[in-house]
């Protein structure tokens, strides 16, 4: 309440006459517990993004005029956390949105600003409180891991919507949050702890079971200690043949897509070396390590789910992207053990975990399924999962939604609320075999703003820059169905049901 009235004062004082103030004047806000680092006038398509190498390919030409404004902010005495808010010049569309990071992030996500500025939205994003991308920061340091987990976001929010206020004399009409990964993480943590935080939540991909996708990681690169138990991308890639031989049919279309996962039934040991066999084939090790990849891991208060069948192609924890495997291995060593010389081989996965749910590493999860009070007030959640996910399960988001349902009594009493979209063949936040491109923000307006809850969302793949597929996502459980006629190719051949 302080907060509030300290800002329509000082918006007041700025701009008395507009109701409105410039950009330059922002400078003399005050908070009491940050402060305005820089404040900019970014005139139409000059913007270079910090870090950016050369002049050339930024991807930012193209942006209108904002007004650029840098806080730091600290809720405690060992809080820096780092927050940029952009407001544009002209056309503002009377609207906020907040976007999400990925990973450990410790950095700005200005790609995805450009994309909110682009729409007409004012925007902010934090280095949620620390800079770079591993997890050392938290080490020692709880108040920065509560600043990671929730609380940076929290903050940005709350400067945010303060900024807007001042700046254009009137607080968001409508506000956003578009996060995926671990920005869908933050998602659900906004929802689950900040309930009026925001109208519309887009959680993509959510790292919720963060400790539990740790765990997994490790228990993977345990197995990966033995050399024979590796996979090439050639291998992979001819398991993932194999996964979509078995499983295409089983849903009822051959589309080259695995459309119910859960259905599909397919034993890694059919690939497994002859006699004599020693190319195109499985070693017995690689048979069990991909057995690991696919089997749910006990953990001390749940289970915690392997990834899906048709996600083979890329899988992180192997290590041919660092990110997934070394989050998992930072979250061990800094959040859970405290020690930066920890190995995989020190740790017993089977009786471990019961440390995962505990102080900083179990803060991080996002699992409370009471989104009553986010409900209650309006707000609507939009969740999306690819199913050919090779990072993060996408078993994690069908089973927090059928969670949310039993809490709330029925899906009945949620669908008004929450719907969650899973995409077939879809990687990690796009990508894929599968279609992956769909207009998440758009959606969601139109749901929240006009009321129309999305029965179907239009998604295409392309290659080479041309559509050659288009299919209805569903809500979940859905599944896009073919009508039987026309082709397989064109959303308007299937009705979800
Ligand atoms: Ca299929």
Partial sequence: MFRTMTFAAVAMAIAPLSGAATCDS????????????SVQVVAAGTFQQPGARGGRG????????FCRVAITSRPSSDSDIKIEVWLPAENWNQKYQAVGNGAWTGSIGYAAMADALRRGYATSSTDTGHVGGSASFAMGHPEKAIDFAYRSEHEMVLKSKAIVNAFYGSTPKYSYWSGCSAGGR????????FPADFDGIIAGSPGADWSGRSAQAVRVNQLLEKEDSRLTPALQKLLHDAVV???????????????????CKFDPAVLECKNGQSADCLSPAQVTMVKTMYSP???????????????????TDLGWSQSARATGLDHYRYLVFNDPEWAVSKVNIETDPGKLDEGASGQINALNTDLKPFFSRGGKLLMYHGWADPQISPLNATTYYEQVVKAAGGAGKISGSYRLFMAPGMAHCGGGEGPNDFDKIGTLEQWVEKGKAPDQIVASHAKGGAVDRTRPLCPYPQVATYKGSGSIDEAANFVCK
Wanted: proline letters at 5%; aromatic letters at 4%.
């Fill in 297 to 315: 891991l006990k953990l001390h208060s749940r289970e915690t789910a392997g990834l899906a069948y048709g996600s083979e192609l890329n899988w």
């Fill in 186 to 193: 933050q998602a659900l943590k906004e929802a689950q702890m």
């Fill in 26 to 37: 922002l400078k003399s806000l005050t908070f009491p517990d940050a402060t305005i680092d």
């Fill in 58 to 65: 930024n991807g930012m030409a193209d942006l209108p005029a």
């Fill in 245 to 263: 031989n078995a499983c295409d049919a089983q849903d009822g279309l051959k589309d080259g897509l695995i459309s119910k996962p859960a259905a």
